[in-house]
């Protein structure tokens, strides 16, 4: 990808689990952001961290930043069955770059 | 607000035709970006514009792409003339702020070439 890559590609649990996805990034950001796709959909923006901060919480979401790292989590708690969809990280420096995605499946 | 609105939703065409994409953004947002996913490649940052400006076209794949914003309620991406290889699904997305808003997507033109 352009920028990040995300962990795992893919991603299957029942519901009422968490589900913890992960997002690498090669160069220095401004912030990071979570979206999320459902299937022939276009993406809907999640959260946003700034590069300065280091957890964020929004609803049943949480994400973790690590700039040393150069990487982030993004936590959903409880999952449900309306939570299957493709979650992508996005880096803002000089562009908008999005990473490769984690295709979540949650089972009822 | 209707959020972004692209049309055509799908297409079909031969290849050699000319493909016209079609994007109005959110009023008020300076920003306009163009995206292309696949299986393959993923999210790929096309172009994007600053006040109906092109900043950067970097991402274009050839010279059979371009792409217009001649007001700050219109762009287009014209891909001519087409091939297989160009099928994929466009975005269409604006936003207020480069470096700290949300982009809003639009819902995508499917793009087949046959």
């Known amino acids: 990808s352009q920028q990040g890559e995300e962990d795992p590609q893919a991603l299957s649990i029942q519901e009422g689990e968490n589900a913890t996805m992960n997002c690498s990034y090669k160069?220095?950001?401004?912030?990071l952001q979570w979206y999320r796709q459902n299937s022939g959909r276009g993406l809907v923006h999640l959260i946003l961290?700034?590069?300065?901060?280091r957890e964020k919480h929004s609803g049943r979401l949480r994400v973790t930043l690590d700039t040393s790292k150069k990487s982030s989590s993004l936590l959903i708690t409880a999952s449900r069955a309306a939570d299957t969809a493709s979650y992508f990280c996005?880096?803002?420096?000089?562009?908008?770059?999005f990473g490769t995605g984690t295709s979540l499946t949650v089972i009822p | 607000d209707a959020g972004v609105i692209q049309s055509p939703r799908h297409e079909v065409t031969e290849m050699g035709q000319e493909v016209t994409l079609r994007c109005k953004p959110i009023?008020?947002?300076?920003?306009l970006f163009w995206y292309r996913q696949t299986m393959m490649r993923g999210l790929e940052l096309l172009i994007y514009?600053?006040?109906?400006?092109?900043?950067?076209d970097s991402g274009m794949p050839e010279d059979r792409f371009s792409a217009k914003m001649p007001n700050a309620s219109f762009s287009t991406l014209k891909i001519q003339p087409s091939e297989p290889r160009d099928s994929a699904v466009y975005f269409c997305?604006?936003?207020?702020?480069?470096?700290?808003?949300?982009?809003?997507f639009g819902e995508g033109s499917r793009l087949t070439v046959l």
């Open positions: 997305a604006s936003s207020r702020d480069r470096n700290t808003g949300e982009l809003f």
């Open positions: 160069t220095s950001i401004n912030n």
């Open positions: 961290i700034r590069s300065n901060e």
């Open positions: 996005a880096t803002t420096g000089n562009q908008f770059y």
């Open positions: 009023s008020g947002h300076d920003y």
């Open positions: 514009f600053n006040n109906n400006v092109p900043i950067d």
